[in-house]
Nanobody, 123 residues
Framework: QVQLVESGGGLVQAGGSLRLSCAAS????????MGWFRQAPGKQRELVAG???????YYADSVKGRFTISRDNAKNTVYLQMISLKPEDTAVYYC?????????????????WGQGTQVTVSS
């Protein structure tokens, strides 16, 4: 089992920044590929960024150049740095862990999920 707890969400004005954190406990964190998903009201949950246990990363086109995913295996934590935020970034953000040997794109490929943290970007 892996337990994931997100933090760092909040209300920010358009153009602002936030950094989300996801602290993991349980099994060896470095064994998992990590993803940040988001779900806006009335929309499906989507992957915005993923990271391997090394340096490989994935970003959705909508966040490229604005979001940066990183991980600190010593602290069992994955981060999502978000800059130049837009109102359309408003959503509940979830971190998730996958035991796949690549960065999965589908939420069904992630076994463990956090409870989510709300990000609201005002215009």
């Amino acid at each position: 089992q892996v337990q994931l707890v997100e933090s760092g969400g909040g209300l920010v004005q358009a153009g602002g920044s936030l950094r989300l954190s996801c602290a993991a406990s349980g099994r060896t964190f470095s064994n998992y590929r990590m993803g940040w998903f988001r779900q806006a009201p009335g929309k499906q949950r989507e992957l915005v960024a993923g990271i391997s246990n090394g340096v490989n990363t994935y970003y959705a086109d909508s966040v490229k150049g604005r979001f940066t995913i990183s991980r600190d295996n010593a602290k069992n934590t994955v981060y999502l740095q978000m800059i130049s935020l837009k109102p359309e970034d408003t959503a509940v953000y979830y971190c998730a862990a996958s035991s796949r040997l690549y960065i999965p794109r589908l939420e069904t490929e992630y076994s463990y999920w956090g409870q989510g943290t709300q990000v609201t970007v005002s215009s």
